[in-house]
């Protein structure tokens, strides 16, 4: 997994004379972190440091975290949960940027996205943008929701290329209207 944020950590450590080592700092205190950054640098796998021993993923808690696992008000990080978090794995009450983004509150944005609002390849909120599409209002290539529009559309209000409902139109329409639209047209509904 290719974490870009490490380069500029490791620049950082680098800059106060850290070299290879690991990254713990937390400010004003490790009691009370305000600010707080651990990382291994991105060196999760059989490099050992000696003695057969292997890093161990650090964890950095604090009002804003960034390292390996990230937790507080504003988390970076490969795993971050807070209330805005970016990282591969984000759970973030107002804001998720990620792979997989999760926010019970807000917004989030990534490959799988899961919120009130969501945009990503896989978007699944109340309002939702993205190739798959799942909510109230969902707008992809393949929307599900009350309202849906896209190449395939499913829902009560459905347009697209292909729209499955109650209403809608698309150029197969597969909707309720159209349904009753050809059973008045031969006379046989009312």
Do not use: C
């Not at 009691?31 to 990382?39: D, E, G, N, T, W």
């Amino acid at each position: 997994m290719d974490m870009k944020w490490h380069k500029y950590i490791t620049r950082w450590a680098e800059s106060r004379g850290l070299g290879g080592r690991e990254i713990d700092y937390q400010w004003p205190s490790p009691s009370f972190p305000v600010v707080s950054i651990r990382s291994n640098l991105g060196r999760y796998s059989g490099q050992g440091y000696g003695h057969g021993s292997k890093p161990q993923v650090k964890t950095a808690v604090g009002l804003i975290a960034i390292g390996d696992v990230a937790i507080g008000l504003i988390s970076i990080g490969a795993i971050s949960v807070g209330v805005l978090s970016v990282g591969a794995i984000s759970l973030g009450m107002w804001l998720a940027l990620g792979a997989i983004a999760l926010s019970w509150l807000g917004f989030a944005a990534g490959a799988i996205a899961i919120a009130g609002v969501a945009v990503g390849a896989i978007a699944i909120a109340e309002k939702a943008l993205g190739a798959i599409a799942i909510g109230d209002t969902a707008f992809g290539a393949i929307a599900i929701g009350r309202i849906a529009g896209g190449a395939i559309a499913i829902g009560q209000w459905a347009y697209g290329v292909i729209a499955v409902g109650e209403h809608g139109f698309g150029l197969i329409p597969i909707t309720g209207d159209v349904w009753n639209w050809f059973r008045r047209l031969f006379g046989l509904g009312d």
